[in-house]
C-alpha cells in the first residue's frame, strides 16, 4: 500500500507499512518540546503548506483534511486507512511539556470527533513508547 499520491510523489513523509490499511508516522517527541519545534516537525513530517498557520487550530484544521486529495498538504491518507501517529520518546514530552502533550492528545481527539460528526470514518490513531 502506498502512502497516497501526494507523499509518494514527495517522498517526505516517513512511514512503515503495517497492512493493507495501516500507515505510520515515526514523531521524535524530542522535537517537540516548544509550540515551535511541535509545530515544526508535524509540518516536516506531513509536508504541510509554506502558509501553515503553526497553531493548535490550524494542525486541527489541516489533519482533518488528510483524507482530501485535494489537501494542501504533501501527505494523503489512502482510502480507508487509519495513520499512526507514533510518538517516540513520549516521556520526554510528558515531563518537559505537559501541555504540548495535552494539547496533541486533545487535538488528535478532536480531529476523529470532527469527522465522526460529518459522518467520516475517524484515521488518526496516537501511539507513544519511551
Known amino acids: 500500500m502506498e502512502a497516497g499520491p501526494k507523499a509518494e510523489r514527495t517522498g517526505k513523509v516517513p512511514t512503515e ?6 500507515v ?3 514523531i521524535d517527541g524530542k522535537r517537540c ?4 519545534a511541535v509545530h515544526t516537525t508535524f509540518s516536516e513530517a506531513f509536508g504541510f503548506p509554506y502558509f501553515y498557520g503553526r497553531s ?3 494542525w486541527i484544521d489541516l489533519m482533518s ?3 482530501d486529495e485535494s489537501n494542501d498538504c504533501d501527505f494523503v491518507v489512502p482510502d480507508k486507512a487509519v495513520v499512526c501517529m507514533s510518538v517516540k520518546s513520549a516521556k520526554v514530552i510528558k515531563e518537559k511539556a505537559p501541555k ?3 494539547d496533541l492528545n486533545e487535538c488528535t481527539a478532536f480531529v476523529n470527533w470532527r469527522l ?3 459522518n467520516e470514518a475517524p484515521f488518526l490513531a496516537l501511539s507513544f513508547y519511551d
Do not use: K, Q, S
Open 100 to 102: 504540548i502533550w495535552e
Open 116 to 118: 465522526v460528526t460529518n
Open 33 to 36: 518540546l516548544t509550540d515551535e
Open 24 to 26: 505510520v508516522v515515526e
Open 17 to 22: 507499512e503495517l497492512g493493507p490499511a495501516f
Open 56 to 58: 493548535w487550530d490550524a
Open 65 to 67: 483534511r488528510l483524507n
